[in-house]
C-alpha cells in the first residue's frame, strides 16, 4: 500500500508542475466572469444559463485534465526509462498501475474540490443560499465518473502507442457515451439483424457515464438525489473502474517494456 501511495504523490506533484494547473487558473477567472455578470442581469432564466455555462467549462476542463495527465503516465514513463527501476524495486506492475490511477483520479478531485467551491461561493454570494448537499452529490458523483475515465484511458495507455492518439480515441469514445450513450437503446429498436444485437449489447456493457450528470441539482436547486441511488451510482462507478483497471493489469502484465 506504501509502494502504491508514494507513486500516487508522485502523479500529484507532477500534475500541478505542469500546465494542468494553469488550465484550473485560467477557468476559474472564466467562472468569475460569467458569475460576475449575474448582477448585471435580474432575469431567473438568465442566471441559471450562466450556471449552466459554467458547469459545463468545468465538466470539459475536468474532463480534459483527467484524459491527457492518465495518457500521459505510462508512456512517459517508458520514454524517460524511469519503469524500469521503479519495477527493480519490490513494486509489482500492478501496484504501478494502482498507483497511476489513484493519483490521476486524486489530482482530478483536487482540481473538482477548486472548481466547485469557488463555483459556490460566488453562486451563493449572488443567490445568497448556498446548497451544499446539492453540491455535494453533484461533485463527487462527477468525481466517481472521472474515476471511470482514468481507468478507461489507463487501460488505453497499454493499447495505444502514442499518448495522443489514446488521448483522441477516448475524448472521442467519452464524448460518444455522454451525448449519445443513453440513446442507443432506443436506435437498437428501430434497426434489423444483426445490428439490432450489436447495438443493443453496446448499449449494456459501456459505462453510462451520463448518469453522473446531476448539475440541474445546482443549475435549478432541485431536491437532493435520494442516498440509495446515490449509493448505487457509487457502486456502478466502482464496479467498472475494478473492471479497466483489471484489463490494464492484464495488458500489462503481458507487455514488453522495450
Not at 148 to 154: G, S, T
Request: charged residues 15%; positive net charge; contains cysteine.
Amino acid at each position: 500500500m506504501n509502494s502504491i501511495l508514494a507513486v500516487a504523490g508522485v502523479v500529484i506533484k507532477e500534475m500541478y508542475r505542469r500546465k494542468d494547473f494553469y488550465v484550473l487558473l485560467i477557468l476559474t477567472v472564466v467562472i468569475t466572469a460569467l458569475m460576475g455578470s449575474v448582477n448585471f442581469f435580474n432575469d431567473d432564466k438568465i442566471v441559471r444559463y450562466l450556471k449552466e455555462i459554467c458547469l459545463l467549462l468545468i465538466w470539459i476542463s475536468s474532463l480534459v485534465i483527467a484524459i491527457v495527465t492518465t495518457a500521459r503516465q505510462i508512456p512517459f514513463e517508458k520514454e524517460s526509462r524511469t519503469i524500469f527501476p521503479l519495477l527493480a524495486k519490490p513494486i509489482s506492475r500492478s501496484q504501478l498501475l494502482a498507483g497511476k490511477f489513484l493519483g490521476c483520479w486524486l489530482a482530478c478531485g483536487i482540481a473538482l474540490i477548486c472548481f466547485y467551491t469557488f463555483f459556490g461561493c460566488i453562486s451563493a454570494s449572488r443567490e445568497h443560499h448556498w446548497h451544499l448537499l446539492n453540491y455535494f452529490q453533484a461533485a463527487t458523483l462527477h468525481w466517481f465518473m472521472l474515476g471511470i475515465v482514468v481507468a478507461l484511458v489507463l487501460l488505453g495507455s497499454l493499447v495505444f502507442t502514442a499518448p495522443s492518439s489514446n488521448a483522441t480515441t477516448l475524448f472521442v469514445i467519452i464524448g460518444g457515451i455522454l451525448f449519445m450513450g443513453r440513446y442507443l437503446n432506443h436506435f437498437a429498436l428501430r434497426m434489423s439483424e444483426p445490428g439490432h444485437t450489436i447495438v443493443s449489447s453496446i448499449y449494456y456493457v459501456i459505462p453510462h457515464l451520463e448518469i453522473f450528470d446531476v448539475r440541474d441539482l445546482i443549475i435549478h436547486n432541485w431536491p437532493t438525489i435520494a442516498w440509495k441511488y446515490y449509493a448505487i451510482a457509487v457502486v456502478y462507478a466502482l464496479i467498472y473502474c475494478g473492471i479497466f483497471l483489471a484489463g490494464a493489469c492484464l495488458v500489462f502484465r503481458r507487455k514488453a517494456l522495450h
